[in-house]
T-cell receptor, first 115, second 110 residues
Framework: NAGVTQTPKFQVLKTGQSMTLQCAQD?????MYWYRQDPGMGLRLIYY???????DKGEVPNGYNVSRLNKREFSLRLESAAPSQTSVYFC??????????????FGDGTRLSIL | DAKTTQPTSMDCAEGRAANLPCNHS???????VYWYRQIHSQGPQYIIH???NNETNEMASLIITEDRKSSTLILPHATLRDTAVYYC???????????FGGGTRVLVKP
């Protein structure tokens, strides 16, 4: 019963390096989301994908790109990492079947430090 | 999404009911009230949601006032493992984002 799986769990990067955060869900959900959480703050939406083949910007998209690889997987890419992107990144998914008020389900996060 | 207002923190005794208030005075008719919690920097955990009727599940009960301007999450018998930050969110059912505010930091004490 995996739910939403994020890899890696921890990562340290140098400024200017690139990396991709991976997210996969096994609940057959249509919608997927990427959030970031800075210390002592609530989550902020970076990008989301309402369905396979679509992506849209959230509240804080600058410096990030996303790919909805298939229905299960939604990746987040940092092309040139900056110290301001040091944060905990959470992926979530949501089913959008017959009940339109389905909640989002979250992974355990990727803790990213950029030096 | 409508703005929600929650107390910054609260304590409660182990074994007692914990009542967490939330104000959402500008909530619109198609916005649901969702409750999540986050335990020690883990991913947010869904608790319960409702539109206008009171709801109950295995984790908690949600009481929504008749005018829908406020709600209360009730943890019936708080345990130490319920220590967490609790978020109240008003969101459209078909919306594609959740707006997390500061939440209420709940400390359950023995």
């Amino acid at each position: 019963n995996a739910g939403v799986t994020q890899t890696p769990k921890f990562q340290v990067l140098k400024t200017g390096q690139s990396m991709t955060l991976q997210c996969a869900q096994d609940m057959n959900h249509n919608s997927m989301y990427w959030y970031r959480q800075d210390p002592g703050m609530g989550l902020r939406l970076i990008y989301y994908s309402a369905s396979e083949g679509t992506t849209d910007k959230g509240e804080v998209p600058n410096g990030y790109n996303v790919s909805r690889l298939n229905k299960r997987e939604f990746s987040l890419r940092l092309e040139s990492a900056a110290p301001s992107q040091t944060s905990v990144y959470f992926c979530a998914s949501r089913g959008t079947g017959t009940a339109i008020n389905q909640p989002q389900h979250f992974g355990d996060g990727t803790r990213l430090s950029i030096l | 999404d409508a703005k929600t207002t929650q107390p910054t923190s609260m304590d409660c005794a182990e074994g007692r009911a914990a009542n967490l208030p939330c104000n959402h005075s500008t909530i619109s008719g198609n916005e649901y009230v969702y409750w999540y919690r986050q335990i020690h920097s883990q991913g947010p955990q869904y608790i319960i949601h409702g539109l206008k009727n009171n709801e109950t599940n295995e984790m908690a009960s949600l009481i929504i006032t008749e005018d829908r301007k406020s709600s209360t999450l009730i943890l019936p018998h708080a345990t130490l493992r319920d220590t967490a930050v609790y978020y109240c969110i008003a969101s459209q059912a078909a919306g594609n984002k959740l707006t997390f505010g500061g939440g209420t930091r709940v400390l359950v004490k023995p």
